[in-house]
């Protein structure tokens, strides 16, 4: 009998691979492009990052605010230095392996792979590839094409489409499984880390937990009759 396909959804920071990719990219893109100025200023916008936190602003707003940082870069530079972010990073560690070995397994099994983030194709591109992900929903920076014309390589405009962070999370998974009827949400999986990995597991019939969040945890038990969770270290 054939096996019924499904489909596995990752969330990637601190899920798939240890560090919050954008933020680490961020410092690694200005250091590597402006020295020690560019530290400060990676300094300077994370600081403001994280007093927006404190304050109580919703994480959507600060992922905008972060994207703000790329207005006028050009999308075909800051790519490639998402490229060599990967390469220097994927030798000191990056991949949580017990997360890696889950969707090896898992596309031996036959299953196509989906990150689910609220970073952009500069920092996922490469992450995609190395764990043989087929598809990415992300947070995508709006670009204004060169003079050249649509499909071209432009410039970030500093705005984003949606967020791809809490319930927007959830609503792509939804999206992407509505457009593929022939495959059952019971039996896909959602691997998460954070409580606004919630909405996104809730999609599934096997959500796992990768970490030790309380929060997390917390709002899992007091959910009613919740979907049987899975537990990764």
Known sequence: ???RPY????DVDETLIHC???FDFLNYHLTGRHGAAGTAEHDRLLAGFQQAAAAGTPRELINRAYYAAYAGESEATIAAWGERWFADRAGEGLFIDSTRDALRAHRGAGAELVLVSGSFPACLDP???AV???HLLCSRPLVETDAAGPGTAGTYTGLIETPMIGRHKAAAVRRFLADRPHIDPRDCYAYGDHPSDLEMLDCVGHPVVV??????????????SPTPLEHQR
């Open 20 to 22: 919050k990719s954008m």
């Open 211 to 224: 970490g030790d969040d309380p929060a997390l945890r917390a709002l899992l038990d007091a959910r009613p």
């Open 132 to 134: 043989g992900a087929a």
């Open 127 to 129: 992450v995609a590839r």
């Open 1 to 3: 009998m054939t096996a």
């Open 7 to 10: 489909l596995v959804f990752a």
